[in-house]
């Protein structure tokens, strides 16, 4: 039977908001074949573009250490696939899928997955992050506008649903001129005062 | 892998029963699925057999046979045109019973508009306009006049469009819409396609005429025969066929018919979602098959297209008219400053490709603005060079040949979508600045120092003087337009408004020195300039002379210093807007945002510490000091009247009038919360910081957009309100 409105509303209440406490959240590298199904299967489940399996292997096989997932006891709830290489005239790290579970939403998990991989990516030499995102995801912009990226482009009709795309970058500090651990140590403060995004998905696009 | 069972599998062929490739004289078809399956036996997950030249990347964009989302040569209902009309798909006539028959054509004319309103819109010509199997088999419709001649037409357009974009190509937006492959975007004699519709035309209006006398019972002058046979039906059935021929001729006949719609509708099947259908019936059209073409959408996987509304259709099909119809009355106007204010003020619409692309071609032909008027005259014009400078040889100088094409190129980037503009814009900056040093080497090298010699002397050196001064103009309004089109594109988050509208400024300063500079240059009063700087009194005088375009400018000028001062002051004094982040600080935001301007030098001598010099000891009695917002606010007045015959310019006047009164405002009321709560201005109150960043950060947003897009009158003055009630 169908449920009425009302019991469809506490339904989805429920779902929109797990009980958790951040601590419980358990955060890991990927480790091997047996994290592609969790992270195929959240990717395939939040984000409407549809990746064939070459697409996954492509970044987690070249790149295992800047993938993430999120496990809340035992169910994964959120991943982060990424990679790094020569752009041009620079290094430069790309974030090409970042998903958390609808009803984990709005709890810094996708602020802590992306962080790592923006961590290891700096540690790794890289000078600049970059990504796309739909202009209408404003969740994922604001989450991204915190950790530091400027909108440096609009790509007009970037998706194949029509709608444009931010290009947008990250620019690490020279070191020498502005020493990057006296700023994370100052972000720690920051980050307590966080306020998080209703979604916090974007996605890349085949091909690019 | 078993080798010999892989060899016996590739060696055991099966010719593929509906091939639409043939074998050729070195190769046949044959089946590899055992060859597959035998290889995939040996494999374990998460391998891969591939060659030396095929890497994981490659993987990436390999196709998933016979997945229908990716395998384009996937059959889906027919192998070929030829059998889906084998089946029935696209009758001629549609339907022996002519009502039907209308009906049906109806229909097709109405999908047919909604796929080519969706072609334009950026998906592929073979997915909308040719999944018209009629379109794909001209031949076929000879004996069916009214869709015969409206598929010649419609062929004809498409083949049309297709030439304008071409021809204006200047980026990628076109290179899905211009691809046609194999399909039959000419047809013998589509070329005569128009006296063709006027035939029909001609006679439908027959029809009507003689439907409309029997009805009224007057004498039937001709001897017509009626469209079909439903004399009830007759008259409306004209009058849909005509309009829909009529329509890209006279749209006000669609719109006529819209709302005549449901008349029409009671003949369909009235359902749910009328903003969904494609026709406007209701009904589906009948021989459309968008899987036939499929395999000629390459290089993209095919794609399930949602094609437009009819309602949409028709909105995008208005506005495209409307957008042309501005482009045909556009007065050519010689002047560049006239054109580029033009291009801005009809880019201010968002038209659409086809109409940009129009544009481009009626601006820039051979070479000539507008196919007329050499580049070069047109530079002469702007720098305001004497008229002899028009044949001067100097035109023949390599640096001056490559200014032209920079013009050109420049009109041309105009042309495009915002987002592509403001790329290419950052990009040309560097190309604009690298000339004007060539040509200041080519000047000096030729003339020696500039000051060594007098303006007479040579027309040469007056020339180059005015070209370089000119360049830097050019230069500067290029990087005006780019930042501004920075707002219209969303790319400022409201923490990077301050140092953004200090970037304009600086900008601003110099596009109004050199654009005063080259009026004052032209109006011969240059020379005394410098002479009368110290008397005060004749300051004074000067001053009301000052140009008007100069004075619109530091009209802007005023303001965006206004803004980032009180954005600064702001964020000094309330501690609001502030954005530390955990990877990088403001200078890599500034860096990135004007990292294009900074490698082109534009302005000189600009970087972040100019930036913070300028605005880390500002406070609010600083601006209270400087009147920025009442400067703007008078030169505003000043200048309104000048533009009474221009009611475009007149309304941007108004509009930061409006803004400068705003802000003026809000300043004072930012002044007074501060001064009536101190606490305010001392940092780390958890709740009453979190108010103010509330308050001020909805109040910036009513500010940016007002400085640029029309204001909104309604959100500043709900905002000021909102403000007041604070305060109370």
């Not at chain 2, 601006?363 to 008027?373: A, E, M, N, S």
């Not at chain 2, 970037?503 to 654009?515: G, Q, S």
């Amino acid at each position: 039977m169908e449920p009425n409105k009302e019991e469809r509303q506490q339904q989805q209440e429920a779902a929109q908001k797990a009980e958790f406490d951040p601590s419980e959240i358990e955060y890991v590298i990927y480790g091997g074949e047996h994290h592609l199904p969790l992270i195929m299967n959240l990717v395939d489940q939040e984000l409407s573009e549809p990746y064939s399996i070459f697409t996954y292997r492509y970044f987690v096989y070249l790149w295992p250490n800047l993938s993430f997932l999120a496990f809340h006891r035992g169910k994964c709830v959120g991943t982060v696939v990424c990679k790094m290489g020569e752009h041009r005239t620079t290094y430069r790290g790309y974030i090409a899928m970042l998903v958390v579970i609808n009803s984990y939403r709005g709890r810094g998990i996708a602020t802590e997955l992306v962080t790592r991989s923006i961590k290891v990516m700096m540690e790794s030499g890289c000078e600049e992050v970059t990504l796309e995102a739909e202009v209408t995801n404003k969740g994922a912009l604001a989450l991204y506008g915190r950790l530091g990226f400027i909108r440096a482009k609009r790509l007009f009709r970037y998706y194949l649903n029509g709608v444009d795309a931010f290009r947008l970058k990250l620019l690490f500090p020279i070191p020498e001129i502005n020493p990057v651990l006296s700023m994370i140590a100052e972000s720690d403060e920051i980050h307590t005062h966080d306020q998080i995004p209703q979604q916090e998905c974007q996605e890349l696009q085949q091909g690019s | 892998m078993d080798q010999s069972g892989a060899e016996e599998a590739a060696i055991h062929r099966h010719p593929p029963e509906h091939s639409s490739i043939p074998s050729g004289e070195n190769s046949v078809w044959s089946d590899v699925s055992p060859l597959l399956e035998a290889a995939c036996r040996e494999l374990r997950d998460g391998e891969l057999i591939h060659g030396d030249n095929f890497n994981l990347f490659a993987a990436m964009s390999a196709l998933e046979i016979m997945d229908p989302k990716m395998d384009s040569g996937i059959v889906c209902k027919y192998y070929s045109i030829d059998e889906a009309v084998e089946n029935g798909v696209a009758p001629v006539p549609i339907s022996s019973d002519k009502t039907i028959d209308v009906q049906c054509t109806i229909d097709i004319m109405d999908h047919l508009l909604a796929c080519e309103a969706t072609w334009h819109n950026g998906h592929s010509l073979a997915q909308t306009v040719f999944s018209c199997i009629y379109l794909l088999r001209p031949d076929r419709t000879s004996s069916h006049a009214i869709l015969h001649s409206y598929c010649r037409v419609i062929r004809a357009t498409c083949k049309a469009v297709v030439s304008v974009v071409s021809d204006a190509r200047t980026h990628e937006e076109e290179d899905l819409f211009t691809m046609a492959y194999g399909l039959p975007l000419h047809g013998d004699g589509d070329e005569k396609c128009l006296s063709m519709l006027n035939a029909v035309e001609e006679t439908i209006y027959r029809q009507l005429r003689a439907c409309k006398a029997t009805s009224s019972k007057k004498r039937v002058s001709e001897d017509i025969e009626p469209l079909q046979h439903n004399l009830d039906l007759e008259e409306g059935f004209c009058k849909a066929l005509l309009c829909r021929i009529r329509f890209p001729f006279f749209p006000c006949s669609y719109l006529y018919e819209k709302t005549s719609r449901k008349r029409l509708g009671a003949f369909g099947t009235c359902e749910d979602g009328v903003e969904e259908r494609t026709t406007a019936s209701g009904r589906a059209p009948i021989g459309f098959d968008a899987s036939l073409n499929s395999r000629s959408s390459a290089p993209t996987p095919p794609r399930a297209i949602k094609i437009l509304s009819w309602e949409k259709a028709v909105q995008y099909f208005l506005k495209l008219l409307h957008d042309l119809d501005i482009v045909c009355s556009y007065s050519l106007d010689p002047s560049l400053e006239g054109v580029l204010r033009f291009v801005v003020q009809f880019q201010k619409s968002k038209p659409d490709l086809i109409a940009r692309a129009h544009l481009q071609l009626l601006l820039v032909q051979d070479g000539k603005l507008y196919g007329r008027d050499p580049i070069f005259a047109v530079i002469t014009k702007a720098a305001a060079l004497p008229e002899v400078t028009k044949n001067h040889d100097i035109q023949k100088n390599e640096y001056i040949v490559q200014l032209g094409q920079l013009v050109i190129n420049m009109l041309k980037i105009l042309c495009t979508n915002a987002a592509w503009q403001r790329r290419k814009l950052g990009k040309i900056l560097q190309d604009w600045r690298v000339i004007y040093v060539q040509l200041e080497i080519a000047f000096r090298n030729e003339f020696g120092s500039v000051s060594s010699i007098s303006d007479d002397e040579n027309i040469c050196v007056k020339i180059f003087k005015h070209i370089l001064n000119w360049v830097e103009e050019q230069t500067y309004w290029i990087a005006s337009r780019y930042l501004m089109l920075g707002f219209e594109l969303d790319l400022y988050s409201p923490n990077e408004y301050c140092m953004v509208y200090w970037y304009m400024y600086v900008v601003l300063i110099k596009l109004a020195e050199k654009t005063h500079l080259r009026i004052s240059v032209s109006s011969g009063t240059a020379k005394k300039k410098g002479k009368k700087k110290k008397d005060s009194s004749k300051e004074v005088a000067k001053e009301s002379r000052i140009p008007l375009p100069v004075l619109f400018l530091q009209c802007h000028l005023c303001l965006a210093e206004g803004l980032s001062m009180m954005l600064a002051a702001l964020r000094n004094e309330l501690m609001v807007l502030q954005s530390p982040s955990p990877f990088n600080t403001e200078h890599e935001r500034f860096i990135q945002h004007f990292e294009l301007l900074q490698k082109a030098c534009v302005p000189d001598n600009i970087s972040y510490l100019s930036f913070k010099e300028s605005t880390t000891y500002t406070r609010f009695s600083t601006l209270v000091m400087y009147n920025y917002f009442k400067n703007a606010q008078r030169i505003a007045k000043e200048i309104k009247s000048s533009f009474s015959d221009d009611p475009d310019r007149l309304a941007e006047v108004r509009r930061l009038e409006q803004v400068a009164e705003h802000n003026g405002v809000a300043l004072n009321v930012i002044c007074r919360v501060g001064a009536l709560d101190p606490s305010l201005k001392r940092r780390r109150r958890p709740n009453q910081s979190q108010n103010s960043k509330l308050i001020f950060g909805r109040l910036f947003f009513g500010l940016s957009p007002d400085f640029l897009i029309p204001p909104n009158p309604s959100l500043s003055l709900s905002l000021s309100l909102h403000f007041s009630s604070r305060i109370l």
